[in-house]
């Protein structure tokens, strides 16, 4: 039976009346069913604007503040009284890359100077339910003002400029220059987005903004420095956020020639010559503000994604937990995939229930449910509490010294004399040269082995080498790597680990004559596999305690430098072997690699891996950990 529902500052039940007289409009009110609003409302005769959203701030530096420019879509029956509330999508790349998996850009196709074609599902599917969608051109991308300044502190403010406006506390005009002004909003608004978009969102978040409910940012960046960097080394290529800024802007060479000097500036303080943590990176770190999120936040992520790293939602999760935020996590076995791309039925379902409960404040479950969705082997999809999966526990796993071979992994350090092992950097070595035949002798890596596991082992959680070594020369780069060795099934890193069929497509939502919700199939590229790299890390060893504090190395002496890997969530099969492999310089994680070839020399005594392994310590000697 249908619950009729109307959306005011809360959800009530519409009362019964009497009869109204004949000329007597009923507000239109949103349908209910099942704990989720339905489709009542129209998408072809939907309400389309343009609205561009006054700044307060001039980032291209002609005098003039800057304008967002924002394409909306909202029922019609917001025109006889309906509330909605508002899912906006910031990004830069409605010009340029487009969206989703098969790159889709807004369009007006019939040149009235309103959007036909609108990027993505959320229009056709959610507008027909209940709610208004916005697509947002970032501050210097597209019909906005402004240059980009790769997550810096105008693009941050851009979707809380639109917000404000919402909800009446900034200034809007349309193309005729006429003021806009809401009356339609409920006061509730929610933002998503993948990649950039993923990051403009929790922008918002940290901002505190009034009137943002919920974010759901999808494989973001939180903290550019961590994308573009590892621990002090710089990962992405010299003067990276400068061509990203000309990639975003690729469609407006006029903009490119304005922005240049605003480019050239970020160049010259991004601190591309020495990879160290600087002042300049504080406003593109949103970790450090996490105490001012007033939303909800729901994070999905590929563990497997070599893009947009995994650290970046592990830290933000420990973050959200640590000041008790609503929160919700999904980590699918994926590379930099949106989940409509890799759990497509499941994700609109849940999207769908989420943004209910958070903007029409519908009272569905969502929140009771585990907060958790984890895909730890291919297909197999878990849910848990929290992350990492309760009941994990560090376990070291010390360094054996082996001859010239492999050495051996065990649950206590080794007797006697301390021993050490050296190898030489190699900024040429590929990883495939790292892994491979980890027992036969290597001059340009240490190689560390367990028995064949006696049953599974699951990791949860950020591994970590923790190594006392030396350096030949006054620095080394230090890498390494958590590898399964033995015959498994995975998704395959190739494409992300999807693939994109064709026929027939999947539709989600209504139509209108140049828009639908209508998408290709995907599915994974699962490969059988004898090897397989894990997770890996990399840290300079002149940022050894710290990345904003360089310290010289002093040849030949031992210090204590961890190595972070890479957030995991893994299950190492019974018969296959649990492999550590260090290295100098890592060529295929890192954009840069050592002129010299420092000797690095290895204490094997008091080095180990910290794993989180389900279950802690029983858990890895019924394994056939060796204690030693």
């Not at 129209?42 to 343009?50: K, M, P, V």
């Not at 989420?354 to 999809?381: A, C, Q, R, T």
């Not at 890996?536 to 961890?562: C, L, W």
């Not at 310089?585 to 005594?605: G, H």
């Amino acid at each position: 039976m249908r619950a009729i529902v109307s959306v005011g500052a809360a959800i009530t039940l519409l009362a019964v009346t009497a009869p109204a007289a004949a000329e007597r409009v009923e507000t239109p009110t949103i349908v209910v069913e099942g704990g989720v609003t339905q489709p009542a409302f129209g998408y072809a005769d939907a309400i389309r604007e343009r609205i561009w959203v006054d700044t307060d701030f001039d980032s291209d530096r002609d005098g003039v503040k800057d304008v967002i420019r924002v394409d909306l879509i909202r029922p019609a029956a917001t025109e006889q009284g309906l509330k909605v509330p508002v899912i906006i999508d910031n990004s830069p790349y409605y010009a340029t890359l487009g969206r989703g998996n098969e790159s889709e850009l807004k369009a007006d196709i019939d040149g009235d100077g309103l959007l036909d074609r609108w990027p993505l599902f959320y229009d056709n599917y959610f507008v027909p339910r209940g709610y208004a969608v916005a697509l947002v051109d970032m501050s210097g991308t597209a019909g906005s003002t402004g240059c980009p300044t790769i997550q810096g502190a105008n693009e941050n403010a851009s979707g809380p400029a639109v917000i404000d406006w919402l909800n009446g506390r900034r200034n809007a005009h349309d193309s005729n220059g006429d003021p806009v002004v809401v009356d339609w909003h409920n006061g509730k608004s929610g933002m998503i987005g993948k990649s950039y978009d993923g990051s403009l969102a929790m922008a918002a978040a940290v901002s505190g903004v009034d009137g943002l409910s919920t974010v759901v940012p999808i494989a973001g960046p939180y903290n550019y420095y961590d994308y573009t960097r590892g621990n002090g080394i710089v990962t992405r290529g010299n003067n990276y956020l400068g061509s990203l800024a000309r990639t975003i802007t690729a469609d407006d060479p006029a903009r490119q020639a304005r922005c240049a000097p605003v480019w050239n500036e970020i160049g010259a303080n991004d601190g591309d010559e020495h990879g160290d943590y600087t002042p300049f990176w504080h406003e593109r770190n949103y970790l450090d503000d996490a105490a001012n999120v007033k939303a909800s936040v729901f994070l999905v992520h590929g563990i497997q994604d070599d893009n947009v790293r995994a650290d970046h939602f592990s830290k933000f999760w420990q973050a959200l937990k640590t000041y008790d935020i609503p929160r919700k996590l999904w980590v699918g076995r994926v590379g930099h995939i949106d989940p409509f791309d890799f759990r497509r039925d499941v994700w609109v379902d849940t999207l769908h229930r989420w943004f209910d409960y958070w903007l029409h404040g519908i009272s569905n479950g969502i929140m009771d449910e585990p907060k958790v969705d984890v895909e730890p082997s291919v297909g197999v999809w878990e849910q848990h509490a929290d992350w990492p999966i309760p009941r994990t526990g560090n376990v070291n796993m010390w360094l054996r010294p082996g001859a010239d071979s492999a050495g051996q992994l065990a649950l206590t350090p080794a007797g006697g004399a301390p021993t050490t092992r050296s190898f030489v950097d190699n900024p040429s070595q590929l990883e495939t040269a790292m892994i491979n035949n980890p027992d036969q002798p290597n001059g340009n890596r240490l190689a560390f082995l367990s028995p064949p596991l006696a049953e599974d082992l699951r990791i949860s959680g950020t591994p970590e080498i923790n190594l006392t070594a030396s350096s030949s020369l006054d620095g080394a780069y230090f890498g390494a790597m958590l590898v399964e060795y033995g015959p498994s099934t995975q998704n395959n890193r190739t494409g992300d680990g999807i693939l994109q069929t064709t026929l027939p497509e999947e539709c989600y939502g209504e139509s209108s004559p140049f828009d639908d919700g209508c998408y290709r199939p995907v599915a994974y590229r699962p490969t059988n596999v004898t090897q397989w790299r894990v997770t890996k890390g990399i840290r300079d060893g002149q940022n050894r305690n710290s990345v904003a504090a360089p310290e010289p190395m002093t040849p030949g002496q031992m210090y204590e430098i961890s190595i972070p890997l890479l957030p995991e969530d893994y299950v190492f099969s019974a018969g296959n072997r649990i492999g550590v492999i260090l290295v100098g310089s890592y060529r295929s994680y890192s954009a840069e690699t050592l002129a010299s070839r420092p000797t690095i020399t290895v204490n094997t005594q008091v080095s180990h891996l910290s794993l989180p392994v389900l279950g802690g310590q029983q858990a890895a000697r019924r394994a056939g950990i060796p204690l030693r």
